[in-house]
Nanobody, 123 residues
Framework: QVQLVESGGGLVQAGGSLGLSCVASGPISRVDVMGWYRQAPGKQRELVADIDSDGDIKYTDSLKGRFSVSRDNAKKTLYLQMNSLKPEDTAVYYC?????????????????WGQGTQVTVSS
């Protein structure tokens, strides 16, 4: 089965940096879009940034300039570099994969979510 494993979250002071990574594994035929979302307590999950197979990137406007997303297609790995962190960036960060997967048959595009990684920014 397809799995997404996120790592890199933690506690950081305001103004600091953190890097997240997400590794996809399993019966994946083609990775289309990989993205980062976040959910703060009491709020809806929101897009941070995503990147498609052509390398086109979409950021939430408010995070442009501080956050940077990238991916390694060969490793099926997604990265997020977060700089100049603010307390309002505190949230659980989730990785999302949209891919053509072979199981269960027939192959088709499916969406998967990671388990989430906590990012806490102290003031």
């Amino acid at each position: 089965q397809v799995q997404l494993v996120e790592s890199g979250g933690g506690l950081v002071q305001a103004g600091g940096s953190l890097g997240l990574s997400c590794v996809a594994s399993g019966p994946i035929s083609r990775v289309d879009v990989m993205g980062w979302y976040r959910q703060a307590p009491g709020k809806q999950r929101e897009l941070v940034a995503d990147i498609d197979s052509d390398g086109d990137i979409k950021y939430t406007d408010s995070l442009k300039g501080r956050f940077s997303v990238s991916r390694d297609n060969a490793k099926k790995t997604l990265y997020l570099q977060m700089n100049s962190l603010k307390p309002e960036d505190t949230a659980v960060y989730y990785c999302k994969l949209s891919a053509i997967t072979m199981i269960p048959f027939p192959p088709r595009r499916r969406d998967y979510w990671g388990q989430g990684t906590q990012v806490t920014v102290s003031s």
